[in-house]
């Protein structure tokens, strides 16, 4: 069974960085994809901020681009969000998502994590 447990949110002034992590049991991203999601407080659709895949290609959300960075540690377990230069808009509670066996290469992100909050204060 595939677990996804997300930490380094917290409260950060506009400016500032942090990094989120989001360690993996039952799964080594050896294969499949991943991703950071986030979701705001006003419940809008859930948001894909950045994924990679197994053969290290990343995609990123247009709002983030330049100033986030995902990656994966060299023992494939541990998933990191690298983010600079945050801002209001970022506030939101940050999820990690994976798919170890994409159907015809589409990620479908059926694991999930809880959750971890970010909030940026202007």
């Known amino acids: 069974q595939v677990q996804l447990v997300e930490s380094g949110g917290g409260s950060v002034e506009a400016g500032g960085s942090l990094r989120l992590s989001c360690t993996a049991s039952g799964y080594t991203f050896s294969r499949g994809c991943m991703a950071w999601f986030r979701q705001g407080s006003r419940k809008e659709e859930r948001e894909a901020v950045a994924?990679?895949?197994?053969?290290?290609?990343?995609t990123y959300a247009v709002s983030v681009k330049g100033r986030f960075t995902i990656s994966v540690d060299n023992s494939k377990t541990t998933l990191y969000l690298q983010m600079n230069n945050l801002t209001f808009e970022d506030t939101a509670m940050y999820y990690c998502?994976?798919?170890?066996?994409?159907?015809?290469?589409?990620?479908?992100?059926?694991?999930r994590g809880q959750g971890t909050q970010v909030t940026v204060s202007s």
């Open positions: 998502a994976a798919d170890p066996h994409p159907v015809h290469g589409l990620c479908v992100y059926n694991y």
């Open positions: 994924t990679i895949e197994s053969d290290g290609s990343t």
